[in-house]
């Protein structure tokens, strides 16, 4: 084995599924293959976070708290790694505090290692809080900054960002590449600064949905990268991460020789080759080739699967090249942010407005409004002075963090669920999520649930769904990350909630 391997952290558990199946794959289908994924000896294996807390309770009525000490039963060695949106925590608000401290605090005693930390404008503000209940509870921190291209983002900037995130603790520093934007030859050039001018070990984790992932990996390889985010092949490429066994194949015998066994990881992928087909029909996504158009609308991969799924659903998928094209305008307007949840959500869904109310800006969702409020955080560049005015009118933007606007959560949520919740980790499910959780806990109480080791195909849609009621306007579509029950257009960005991974 070589004395420089490069690191693997596979993704087949997490992104990979957010990416191609809709967040669908249970821990049922997890468990079965777990002893063979740890004796791979991957660096870490993704498999929480994201979108997967959301949808464990809406579509898989599984606990996802349940699903880290199940999965920690079966690999006892293998680092455990998720992805925390900062002080978004596993949702698309911010949350007080208390919230992410404690949630913090259980995700480390229930099992996870690494914490990859970012937000969604890469503001340093919503990640600090993070970081340091991270290193207060003895995990590692891996500050991501969202890479993205537009007018006001430079590989300069991302090594500023990275400077700072440094500065407040950051273990490890990750090139989040979560819409396939990032270059070859960029990649050579960014992995290459973060290791002289922040001296921090690098991970770079992208997608393939633009094709030329697998050279960028080899760029970012060949500038020193120490860790790169792969997936087992089965459910890997498009809109996921490229091929694990591809990368081991052609790092072998070289100085980054990963050292992994190839026939073990070709077992692996033949089980997971099941565990899709069991999806194909429901939430495959539809695009299996490579797409430059990535590089214009800047979608990241679950929030593409989600997206073409819950249009299918409301047959509009016809209109998705329309929604393509709008989604750059709407983000120009809104400061250029990158489309990472739960910014991608607030951009794609008054994108979808836009085009099935058939004018721009007519109906402005919530989010939108939030966002022109500062509530999210400080937008990259400067929002359009039009869209401020349509959607706040002459109100004043808040100027420090969000969160400091956020009284307490966590005794409110435990009075307010009683006694549905049976833990702690309860608890801060019904804090993030209340509705989702309480229909979770209510079936549990019931003794309607299934055991978490048993797979199952999940529903489409949340059991308890509701019909959509008359409107005048069109009605956005259920967001592909967390679908709500269906409302009118007058409250479309509620109607158009996505349950996860734009990121991704």
């Given at each position: 084995?070589?004395s ?13 599924h ?17 002893d063979?994924l740890e004796?791979v000896?991957?660096?870490?294996l993704e498999?929480?976070g ?5 949808s464990?309770?809406r ?11 199940a999965?920690r039963k079966?690999?006892?060695?293998t680092?455990?790694?998720m992805?925390l949106?900062?002080q ?5 608000k911010?949350?007080p ?23 969604a ?6 990640m ?5 209940c991270v ?6 921190v ?6 993205t ?8 900037a991302?090594i500023?960002?990275s400077?700072?995130?440094?500065a407040i603790?950051?273990d490890?520093?990750?090139i ?6 990032c270059t070859?030859?960029v990649?050579?050039?960014?992995v290459?600064?973060l290791?002289?001018?922040v001296g921090?070990?690098v991970?770079f984790?992208t ?14 390889i060949?500038?020193g ?7 087992i ?7 996921a991460?490229?091929p ?8 072998k ?8 066994d ?8 033949d089980?997971?080759k099941q565990?899709?087909?069991k999806h194909l029909s ?8 490579a797409?430059v158009?990535?590089?214009?609308y ?9 997206l ?5 659903q409301?047959?509009a ?11 750059p305008r ?6 250029f942010?990158?489309l990472v949840?739960?910014t991608?959500?607030?951009?794609g869904?008054q994108?979808?407005v ?6 721009r800006y007519k ?7 939030e966002y022109?409020?500062?509530m999210y955080g400080?937008?990259?560049?400067p929002l359009n ?7 706040i009118?002459d ?16 005794e ?12 702690e980790e ?12 309480r229909?979770f ?6 003794g309607?649930t299934?055991?978490i080791?048993?797979?199952r195909?999940?529903?489409d849609?949340p059991a308890?769904?509701?019909?959509a009621?008359?409107a005048?306007a069109p ?9 709500t029950p ?12 996505m349950s996860g991974r734009?990121?991704r």
């Amino acid at each position: 084995m070589s004395s420089n391997p490069l690191k693997l952290t596979d993704t087949i558990l997490r992104d990979a599924h957010q990416s191609l199946l809709a967040t669908r794959m249970c821990t049922g289908d997890m468990l079965p293959i777990a002893d063979r994924l740890e004796a791979v000896g991957f660096h870490s294996l993704e498999m929480w976070g994201g979108a997967t807390f959301d949808s464990a309770m809406r579509f898989l009525k599984e606990d996802p708290w349940e699903r880290i000490t199940a999965l920690r039963k079966k690999m006892p060695t293998t680092k455990f790694q998720m992805l925390l949106r900062g002080q978004n925590v596993v949702g698309y608000k911010h949350y007080p505090d208390d919230i992410v401290e404690k949630f913090v605090e259980l995700s480390v005693k229930n099992g996870i290692d690494i914490f990859r930390i970012f937000d969604a404008l890469n503001d340093i503000r919503n990640m600090e809080w993070a970081i340091a209940c991270v290193k207060k509870y003895g995990g590692h921190v891996q500050a991501a900054f969202s890479y993205t291209i537009s007018p006001v983002h430079s590989i300069d900037a991302f090594i500023k960002l990275s400077q700072e995130l440094k500065a407040i603790g950051a273990d490890s520093i990750c090139i989040k590449d979560m819409a396939a934007l990032c270059t070859p030859y960029v990649a050579h050039d960014l992995v290459s600064r973060l290791k002289q001018e922040v001296g921090l070990p690098v991970q770079f984790h992208t997608h393939n949905t633009s094709g030329f992932a697998m050279a960028t990996i080899i760029k970012a390889i060949e500038a020193g990268v120490d860790i790169v985010d792969t997936a087992i092949s089965s459910i890997a490429d498009g809109p996921a991460q490229p091929p694990t066994e591809s990368v081991v194949a052609m790092l072998k015998d070289t100085e980054r020789d990963t050292g992994y066994d190839l026939p073990l990881l070709a077992d692996i992928a033949d089980y997971f080759k099941q565990v899709r087909i069991k999806h194909l029909s429901k939430f495959e996504m539809g695009m299996r080739t490579a797409d430059v158009r990535v590089l214009l609308y800047q979608i990241p991969g679950g929030m593409l699967s989600n997206l073409v799924t819950q249009l299918r659903q409301q047959g509009a998928e016809h209109r998705f090249p329309e929604v393509l094209l709008e989604i750059p305008r709407v983000r120009e307007d809104m400061g250029f942010p990158p489309l990472v949840t739960p910014t991608s959500q607030i951009v794609g869904t008054q994108a979808v407005v836009n085009v099935l109310t058939g004018q721009r800006y007519k109906i402005i969702s919530q989010e939108v409004k939030e966002y022109c409020r500062g509530m999210y955080g400080r937008p990259p560049a400067p929002l359009n002075p039009e869209l401020v005015k349509l959607a706040i009118g002459d109100e004043e933007p808040i100027a420090g963090r969000p969160a400091d606007l956020l009284e307490p959560g966590y005794e409110k949520a435990k009075a307010e669920i009683g006694s549905l919740a049976h833990s702690e980790e309860d608890v801060i499910s019904y804090a993030m999520y209340p509705t989702q959780a309480r229909d979770f806990f209510t079936l549990r109480e019931a003794g309607q649930t299934r055991p978490i080791e048993l797979p199952r195909i999940p529903a489409d849609k949340p059991a308890t769904e509701a019909k959509a009621p008359a409107a005048a306007a069109p009605a956005a579509p259920a967001a592909p990350q967390a679908a709500t029950p269906a409302q009118p257009a007058s409250s479309a960005s509620s109607a158009w909630k996505m349950s996860g991974r734009t990121e991704r």
